[in-house]
């Protein structure tokens, strides 16, 4: 049994390579593009087609066709095509969509997901890892189903980091007054009033000509959206904070999923799941390069960043969304996520 364990690893790792490799275009490989496929799945998300998640839905596509010889097909619509954050979110809930991928609509729907809102939980990706792989992920499971979704994997996004035309920010008080974007969410409300700002919810698509008009003063993002998206272009200064940590959130509605056959479902599932690892590594190596290409792109870009020492300030802004979280998702759950974020036991 170890030794089939280890050659099916070992095939696992192969066919991601190659899936890599293939990955080109949303329709993907030959197989994907065949005539008629027996399945099809439309996952939406609000970036750009060649994002990170446009890059991890291509692979996730890729390893679908591999492992179900052509019977399934992903098919990918970036940019908000199926509609904003809550029309696809509630298109999951009702039947009208398949997949959504993203972050904020889940976290502010399902209650006990909101700590992946709360500054500085995560102090590395190694942290993240513990978690989503680790003991809680069924209780997590079973969170996204009984609000009417499968969960399907948690995909590398990155830390956030904030873009501003108002002034640098170092510490919480650099947020007092400012107009900030949110992506919308209970937790995200709180927390940028508790951090002094003025929140203002505004889609994706939509935020960079409402940095550029001034309808916002500033925003946070992971550098692989800030550089797809040139948000360097309509803002003056880069602030490295790594204040949150977010993945890329993949969820099946729940009418889709009880819809297809029992074959599909994990092929599905545990194609989704390979990704992960695989993407959180994307996201740091994006991290590094895009880094020096936002710097050599905008020379007039103030960069600076955060103080490692000023970290319990941000925590202790932030107090009243860790009490809120604890209060809403139970602090039986609450502690238990920190105690595996921390290297600790669930229990």
């Not at 809102?117 to 680790?134: N, Q």
């Not at 937790?187 to 960079?208: D, I, R």
């Not at 994006?286 to 007039?300: G, H, M, R, T, Y």
């Not at 932030?318 to 229990?347: H, L």
Request: glycine share 8%.
């Amino acid at each position: 049994m170890k030794k089939l364990g280890q050659s099916r690893g070992r095939r696992w790792r192969l066919l991601a390579a190659a899936a890599f490799l293939a990955a080109s275009t949303l329709g993907l490989s030959a197989a994907a593009q065949a005539k008629d496929p027996e399945i099809v799945v439309r996952i939406g998300w609000t970036t750009a087609p060649d994002s990170i998640s446009g890059d991890e839905v291509r692979m996730w596509a890729n390893l679908v066709d591999v492992n179900s010889g052509g019977r399934i097909q992903i098919k990918g619509f970036p940019s908000a095509l199926l509609g904003k954050e809550n029309t696809e979110l509630e298109g999951l809930v009702t039947g009208t969509h398949d997949v959504f991928t993203h972050i904020s609509s889940f976290t502010g729907k399902i209650k006990e997901q909101r700590f992946w809102d709360l500054p500085f939980l995560f102090k590395d990706r190694e942290a993240v890892a513990r978690l989503v792989d680790g003991p809680l992920r069924a209780d997590m499971e079973q969170q996204f189903r009984k609000n009417g979704m499968e969960l399907l994997a948690f995909w590398g996004f990155g830390y956030r980091q904030f873009t501003s035309n108002v002034r640098p920010i170092h510490v919480p008080e650099d947020l007092k007054g400012v107009k900030h974007r949110i992506p919308g969410g209970k937790s995200k409300m709180m927390l940028f009033k508790a951090l002094g700002a003025n929140p203002s919810t505004v889609s994706f698509p939509e935020l960079y000509q409402a940095l550029k008009t001034g309808v916002v003063d500033s925003q946070d993002n992971p550098l692989s959206m800030i550089y797809t998206s040139k948000f360097y272009e309509v803002t003056k200064y880069l602030s490295l904070c790594n204040y949150v940590y977010n993945p890329l959130i993949v969820a099946a509605g729940g009418p889709f999923w009880k819809k297809l056959p029992d074959w599909a479902k994990p092929i599905l599932k545990q194609s989704a799941r390979d990704v992960e690892g695989w993407s959180r590594m994307l996201s740091e190596k994006i991290d590094i390069v895009l880094l020096q290409k936002i710097k050599a792109e905008a020379p007039n870009l103030k960069i600076n960043t955060c103080d490692p020492k000023d970290v319990p300030k941000w925590k202790a802004a932030a107090k009243p969304v860790y009490d809120e979280f604890e209060k809403e998702a139970g602090k039986a759950w609450a502690e238990k996520v920190y105690r595996v974020v921390d290297g600790g036991y669930a229990n």
